[in-house]
């Protein structure tokens, strides 16, 4: 409850901050303060990925280990920075680039689809304010033309190398002629849905084992990187996996890698890892998640080496990237957490429909659980199952499930307020830097407030107070630039260049 309700106030409180600061152009120092801020994170994160892959070791997003990232700034960020390209100083506007082009890397790296949707709307919007911006960009039209075509030949290129022929490094690409003999859990199965059809290898976790050896461990003397293909179907909960192990000469452990599926209808997943230059051998093993009661069917399995040791992360990320904007241009009901958000809203739209007028008018509460069988994680991190959820992705169902319809149309109304606040001083700022700083702040908003459809980016205790401060900075600044007849009387207008 208390953390629900500070959540609520923190951007406003910022808001008032701001405005309670001393001086006239807020906006400025507070942009590069954030920019600056958000370009060492992402620093830091792109230094944790090679740091990682040097190791050997994955990171197939740009998360830390403890899974912070500069994901919910970053947005605000990158808009910043484009405005910025409009700056009178060519080094003022090569920095705005650099830093622009670093955080836009790091949102296609962190795969969070929510942003990737978010970050097109905040963009246009951000042209469609600043006539400066445009004319920047429209001047460098020949540049961006260039650099969109290089890096779609490079994508053709990877894709095109990725699919030539290479030998295959399995005794079989058929599952059920690795299996040396069936056994409780493993074994052949017809397929789900196809009684009739041939039977394949299916596994099913049960409560004494969750894993089980699928091959015998066959000969790999070459380090490098490996392509792990598969054809797999799942049904229930879950998730199931096949895992390539490595071995060195000893037959001690030197890692694996795992291709993961949840329930769903047939569909080819793929993984990429890297091998010690010590490995002498491989062995193939089937799983099941701890979590939920599915099984799980296999039809075909591919292992090929696809070139040395440090392609692995750079593949695996392009791999990750690729499986997320895929489900999200799909909507694939099978991806887990698009699935989820999907079931909680619905689940909240039950609860609306069948509560009490009260509760409908009023909503729960601050605080308030709602019942729902997922996953989460208690205080120590470790995951497990629970019955009753207290976080909403959707910030719009949290309002109306916590505040009721009251709740939701004050504060629907604040955050057009906002919004139309924000668009109105960017539009009456003459053009130059200073009306595509505040054109970045109001298209960030609006972003912003789409992207609460799938995260609560508004409500975040750590993104709500930047918010605050920028809307409150811009407030200063429009106040500042107003003369008492109703003009404007500053900033100087800038010269385009």
Not at 72 to 100: E, I, K, N, Y
Not at 345 to 360: M, P
Request: charged share 15%.
């Amino acid at each position: 409850l208390a953390g629900q309700f500070l959540s609520m106030v923190l951007l406003p409180a910022a808001g008032l901050a701001a405005a309670s600061l001393p001086g006239e152009r807020l906006l400025r120092p507070c942009a590069l303060g954030l920019c600056a801020a958000v370009v060492a994170s992402c620093v830091g994160h792109f230094a944790h990925w090679a740091t990682a892959a040097a190791g050997g070791a994955l990171v197939p997003r740009l998360l830390l280990a403890n899974n912070v990232s500069a994901v919910g700034p970053a947005l605000a960020a990158l808009l910043l920075c484009l405005a910025a390209l409009t700056a009178r100083r060519r080094q003022h506007r090569r920095m705005a680039a650099a830093g622009a082009t670093l955080i836009a890397l790091y949102v296609v790296g962190s795969g969070v689809r929510g942003l990737w949707l978010a970050t097109p709307v905040g963009i246009l919007g951000l042209l469609l304010l600043s006539p400066a911006l445009r004319h920047t960009l429209r001047s460098r039209f020949r540049l961006l033309a260039r650099l969109t075509a290089a890096a779609l030949l490079a994508t053709l290129a990877i894709a095109g190398w990725l699919s030539l022929p290479r030998p295959e490094l399995l005794p079989s690409t058929d599952p059920l002629a690795l299996l040396a003999g069936p056994r409780p859990g493993l074994g052949p199965a017809p397929p789900p849905e196809d009684d009739d059809a041939p039977a394949l290898l299916r596994w099913k976790r049960t409560s004494g084992q969750r894993g089980w050896a699928l091959s015998e461990p066959f000969p790999l003397s070459r380090p490098g990187t490996y392509r792990l293909r598969a054809e797999m179907a799942g049904r229930g909960t879950g998730s199931g996996s096949v895992v390539v192990q490595w071995f060195d000469d000893a037959g001690s452990k030197l890692g694996e890698t795992a291709a993961v599926v949840t329930a769903g209808p047939w569909r080819r997943i793929e993984a990429f890892g890297s091998t010690a230059a010590t490995v002498a051998s491989a062995r193939l093993v089937v799983r099941g998640s701890t979590e939920g009661n599915g099984e799980w069917w296999l039809r075909r399995l591919e292992l090929t080496r696809v070139g040395p040791s440090w392609l692995a992360p750079v593949l695996g990320q392009i791999a990750v990237s690729k499986h997320r904007l895929v489900s999200l241009a799909t909507l694939a009901p099978f991806d887990p957490s698009l699935a989820s958000r999907v079931q909680e809203s619905r689940r909240l739209i039950e609860l609306f429909a069948s509560g009490t007028l009260s509760q409908q008018l009023f909503g729960h509460g601050l605080g308030a659980l709602y019942p729902l069988e997922t996953f989460g994680y208690d205080d120590s991190g470790r995951r497990r199952a629970v019955d009753e959820v207290n976080y909403i992705h959707n910030f719009y169902a949290f309002l109306l499930f916590k505040l009721g319809l009251v709740g939701v149309i004050l504060v629907l109304m604040a955050l057009l307020i906002w919004g139309a606040a924000a668009i109105a001083t960017a539009r009456a700022l003459p053009p130059g830097t200073h009306r595509a700083l505040a054109a970045a702040v109001a298209a960030g908003w609006i972003a912003y407030c789409l992207w609460s459809t799938s995260s609560a980016a508004i409500l975040e205790f750590r993104i709500a107070p930047l918010w605050g401060f920028l809307l409150g900075a811009l407030a200063v600044d429009s106040a500042a630039t107003r003369d008492p007849s109703g003009g404007t009387r500053g900033p100087r207008r800038e010269p385009l260049r």
